[in-house]
C-alpha cells in the first residue's frame, strides 16, 4: 500500500459519439506525458453499437459505439438507464474511480452523472465521484438538449465537486460548453484554439491541467 502507482487518482474515460475507448485513447495520448503518468487512465466503449455511419471513419478504425441514443432533435432519448448501469457495473468490477473524463457525448453524460449520483437515482452502488474531466461537453436541459429522465434533476442545484472543462474557440459546442460550466461551483478551464477535438496540452494550458491534478492529489493527501 501507499506505492506511488496506488496514489494515481484512478480516471474512468468515456469516449465521443460513434468512436470508441481505442480511439480516445489515442487522442489522450496527446497530452505530456507529465500529465499521463500522473493519472492511471481507464479507457471503457459504450454499451451500444454505432446505428449509423461514424464521423470518424476513414480515420479511425471500428468498431465504433454509443453511449445512449436521441431522436434527431435531441429533445428524446433512449438507452439512458442501461447506460448508466452498464457504468456502474463496470466501475464495481474495475474499480474503484476516482474520477470520469468525458469527450463529447461522453462528455455530456460525464458531466451529469455528479448530479445523478448526488440525487440518489443512479450509480447508488458505487463510491462518490470525485472530480470530472469534460473536454467539448453540453448540459441537458441546456438550450440544445433535452434531459433524460434520470438526469432531470442533476442540474437544479449547483455541481460542486472539482472540474475541469476544455473549450474550443471554433467547436460547435462551446456555447454549451459555457453553459455547463456556470453549472459548477469551483470550475478550471481550459481554453484552445481548436474545434471540437482533444487538443494537445502546452503552456498556460498545461499548467492549468497541472494545477488541477494537483488540487485533486491535495484532497488525497489531507
Known sequence: M?????KKPRVLCLHGFRTSGSII????????????QRLDLVFLDGPFPAEGKSDVEGIYDPPYYEWFQSNEDFSAYRNFEACLE?????????????????????????ASLPGIQRDGVGL??????????IISGAKFG??????????????STPIELPSLHFTGEKDFMKEEGKLLIESFVDPMVIHHSKGHTVPRLEGRNLEIMSSFIDKFHSREDE
Open 124 to 133: 447508488t452502488r458505487i463510491p462518490a465521484i470525485k472530480f470530472v474531466i
Open 142 to 155: 441546456a438550450s440544445k438538449f433535452g434531459t433524460p429522465e434520470m438526469a432531470a434533476t442533476a442540474f
Open 86 to 110: 452498464y457504468i456502474e457495473d463496470y466501475m464495481i468490477r474495475h474499480g474503484p474511480f476516482d474520477g470520469v473524463l468525458g469527450f463529447s457525448q461522453g462528455a455530456v453524460l460525464t
Open 2 to 6: 501507499g506505492t506511488e502507482e496506488q
Open 25 to 36: 485513447q489515442k487522442l489522450i495520448g496527446r497530452f505530456p506525458e507529465s500529465v499521463l
